[in-house]
């Protein structure tokens, strides 16, 4: 799957010529009642591929295929049916509910989309989504702002889950809110997941937020996909360099071993999708890089079970 951009005005590289290129390539499958973790930096792609996968936006080249229907170029109307099965929670839950709705109204919208209940129906499915979340049907008629942070979010999960989706894109579902409520909320996804057998994407920059919830997990680096594993290879046996550097920066469980902990630091500037580097696009900030890695883009290969990595020299570290 390729997303590209064309630059416009008023977009943050606008005044360098080029396409911005969001995502370059990927390919992967997520697999049904699995969780894929999809981690990287902000401006690696993660949410332009989450938006691509649920169409909300087109995809430049490649396909995108749901239940193995081709939905890369279906129109919105041929996408609608669709829409109940492929969700989306987003990241701000400040700014993704709408401060003039109830929350009756936020969370039945999707409902009255498809169509197909009547207003008795939807006041029940709104209630039973707002107990499946933590929250009440006395909810109803309340407005977003009467609610915290995380509250919120679970209003907007409860709006992603009313059509009984299979796939639920959540794009970095917990970033925007207080460290003390995210594992409330995640552990909120994972239970939701087991009742309801949902299949999840799961976006997030911090490898530490989807430790728990991933089966699998991809790291995303400028637009490509750098090392895709099942979790236990992905956090104990990482390969690719920038793995490593983004796992030195998650805090040790045991306190006592932190000491023992190499932070790698990337040098260079954050990377930008606009023209990035030739051939291994992390070439400039690793500290591994030989000639072969300016010159030859290494591939996304398995080269354990499961477990693929595009790196030329890729090789476990001791991560403690
Ligand atoms: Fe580093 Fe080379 Fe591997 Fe790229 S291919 S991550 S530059 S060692
Ligand atoms: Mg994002």
Redesign the pocket.
């Known amino acids: 799957m390729k997303v590209h951009f064309p630059v416009t005005s008023g977009a943050l590289v606008a005044r360098q010529a080029g396409v911005v290129r969001a995502v370059d390539g990927l390919n992967f499958t997520i697999r049904a009642g699995e969780t894929l973790g999809l981690v990287g930096e902000s401006g690696s792609g993660k949410s332009t591929t989450g938006r691509a996968i649920a169409r909300l936006l087109e995809p430049t080249g490649g396909t995108v295929e749901f239940a193995g229907r081709d939905i890369t170029h279906l129109s919105a109307r041929a996408m609608r049916p669709l829409r109940r099965d492929i969700q989306m929670i987003f990241q701000d839950p400040y700014t993704s509910l709408n401060p003039r709705h109830t929350v009756g109204a936020i969370v039945s919208a999707p409902l009255k989309l498809a169509g197909n209940l009547s207003r008795g129906e939807v006041r029940n499915r709104v209630g039973d989504l707002l107990e499946m979340v933590g929250l009440s049907p006395e909810h109803l008629n309340r407005y977003p702002h009467e609610f915290s942070g995380g509250q919120r979010q679970r209003i907007g999960i409860a709006r992603a889950l009313a059509t009984h989706p299979q796939l639920v894109i959540a794009d970095e579902p917990v970033s925007a809110l207080d460290v003390s409520v995210r594992a409330q909320v995640v552990n909120l996804l994972g239970d939701l997941q087991s009742t309801l057998g949902l299949t999840y994407l799961f976006i997030a920059h911090d490898l530490s937020v989807v430790r728990h919830i991933s089966d699998r997990v991809a790291v995303m680096y400028l637009g490509t996909i750098?090392e895709m594993a099942d979790r236990t290879g992905m956090y104990e046996h990482p390969l690719?360099?920038?793995t490593h550097a983004l796992l030195s920066a998650v805090p040790v469980p045991d306190p006592a071993k932190q000491h023992r902990r190499e932070r790698i630091l990337l040098r260079g500037d954050p990377p930008t999708p606009l023209n990035p580097p030739r051939?291994?696009?992390?070439?400039p900030r690793?500290?591994?890089?030989?000639d072969?890695?300016?010159t030859e883009e290494?591939r996304l290969l398995e080269i354990q079970p499961g477990h693929q990595v595009?790196?030329?020299?890729?090789e476990e570290r001791e991560l403690v």
Not at 279 to 283: D, P, S, V
């Open positions: 750098v690719h360099p920038y051939a291994c696009r992390f070439h690793c500290w591994k890089a030989q072969i890695c300016r290494p595009a790196c030329h020299f890729p």
